[in-house]
């Protein structure tokens, strides 16, 4: 079992940053030095894969120019001598095979999937969320990749979190440990109350799934918020095949709203070589002397 494509969704409409993106997809909005969507793209590669189509729909054509060479620019900087610069453009459109689909509907991450169908096959796959950037030691696709090789299986993400949180993911029950860090997985709910969940394991934006889960999306009917929801047709996976879910390493960014966002932007900030000894010190100061305006 050798995972070597991945798909990344991409074509949600970012409410929860609006009025940013009414025109830019919160994908490309920037995270330093680079757009939310290269660091999903990073940890793909990272992870082996070598083929990635990016789901997309109507106003998400900057990031297929972003993933694209740009001729005219690097001529122009390396004109100028800036070769660095033109090597750095180009790099981004090299780093995998990337391919583009639009989802013409809006129905459901689970709809976003099944569209996937014809380029993934027969193989297993990847799924990186468009607007979570992970990031561990060992990148977080690459541990789940590892266990699914490992267990010939379907692996998700999985994190342990509060009775308060859990209404916005989906949790999972876990039957056994199967060894460090990796859990069997037999059922799962999408965004239940504290009273339906099956534990305080949640469903974070990482997944390896087998093939199978088309024919069963194919046919699932939709769910919470009238949507084909990922989670029903993955439910239904777990109980036809074994499924294990891996406990990551690593720190998660949901960069899909304004809080989280900030964050990211400044945890990354704080170690960017160039701005993050200045940065850390401006926070201090600031911190002290700060005044509405």
Same mark, same amino acid.
């Given at each position: 079992m050798k995972?070597?494509?991945?798909?990344?969704?991409?074509a949600?409409l970012?409410?929860?940053?609006?009025?940013?993106?009414?025109?830019?997809p919160?994908?490309?909005?920037?995270?330093?030095?680079?757009?939310?969507?290269?660091?999903?793209v990073?940890?793909?590669?990272?992870?082996?894969?070598?083929e990635i189509l990016?789901? &997309?729909?109507?106003?998400?054509?900057?990031?297929?120019?972003?993933?694209?060479?740009?001729?005219?620019?690097?001529?122009?900087?390396?004109?100028?001598?800036?070769?660095?610069?033109?090597?750095?453009?180009?790099?981004?459109?090299?780093?995998a095979?990337?391919?583009?689909l639009?989802?013409?509907e809006?129905?459901?991450l689970g709809?976003?999937?099944?569209r996937?169908?014809?380029?993934?096959?027969?193989?297993?796959?990847?799924?990186?969320?468009?607007d979570?950037?992970?990031l561990?030691?060992?990148?977080?696709?690459?541990?789940?990749?590892?266990?699914?090789e490992?267990?010939s299986?379907?692996?998700i993400?999985? +994190?342990?979190?509060?009775?308060d949180?859990?209404?916005?993911?989906?949790?999972?029950?876990?039957?056994?440990?199967?060894?460090? +860090?990796?859990?069997?997985? &037999?059922?799962?709910?999408?965004?239940? &109350?504290?009273?339906e969940?099956?534990?305080?394991y949640a469903i974070m934006?990482?997944?390896v799934?087998?093939?199978?889960i088309?024919d069963?999306?194919?046919?699932?009917?939709?769910?919470r918020?009238?949507?084909i929801?990922l989670?029903?047709?993955m439910?239904?996976?777990?109980?036809?095949?074994?499924?294990v879910?891996v406990?990551?390493?690593?720190?998660?960014?949901?960069?899909?709203?304004?809080?989280?966002y900030?964050e990211?932007?400044?945890?990354?900030?704080l170690?960017?070589?160039?701005?993050?000894a200045?940065?850390?010190?401006?926070?201090?100061?600031k911190?002290?002397?700060?005044?509405?305006?």
């Amino acid at each position: 079992m050798k995972v070597r494509k991945a798909v990344i969704p991409a074509a949600g409409l970012g409410t929860r940053l609006l009025p940013n993106t009414k025109s830019i997809p919160k994908e490309m909005l920037p995270l330093v030095d680079k757009p939310v969507i290269q660091y999903i793209v990073e940890e793909a590669v990272s992870a082996g894969v070598e083929e990635i189509l990016i789901i &997309t729909n109507r106003g998400k054509s900057p990031i297929e120019d972003y993933f694209d060479y740009a001729p005219d620019l690097e001529e122009r900087l390396r004109f100028d001598g800036k070769n660095k610069d033109a090597d750095t453009v180009r790099a981004v459109a090299d780093m995998a095979d990337i391919f583009f689909l639009r989802q013409k509907e809006t129905k459901g991450l689970g709809h976003a999937i099944w569209r996937a169908r014809s380029f993934v096959g027969d193989e297993p796959f990847a799924i990186l969320l468009g607007d979570d950037i992970m990031l561990g030691k060992k990148p977080v696709l690459k541990q789940l990749v590892e266990a699914a090789e490992a267990n010939s299986c379907s692996s998700i993400a999985i +994190r342990e979190i509060p009775d308060d949180a859990i209404s916005k993911y989906s949790s999972v029950k876990i039957d056994h440990k199967i060894s460090n +860090r990796v859990y069997s997985i &037999t059922d799962m709910n999408e965004k239940p &109350t504290p009273d339906e969940k099956l534990s305080n394991y949640a469903i974070m934006g990482r997944y390896v799934l087998t093939p199978g889960i088309f024919d069963i999306l194919e046919h699932t009917a939709p769910g919470r918020n009238n949507e084909i929801q990922l989670t029903d047709g993955m439910k239904t996976l777990c109980g036809m095949e074994h499924f294990v879910g891996v406990d990551f390493e690593g720190r998660r960014y949901d960069t899909g709203n304004l809080k989280g966002y900030l964050e990211s932007i400044i945890d990354f900030a704080l170690k960017n070589e160039e701005a993050g000894a200045w940065l850390k010190q401006f926070i201090i100061d600031k911190a002290k002397s700060f005044e509405e305006f």
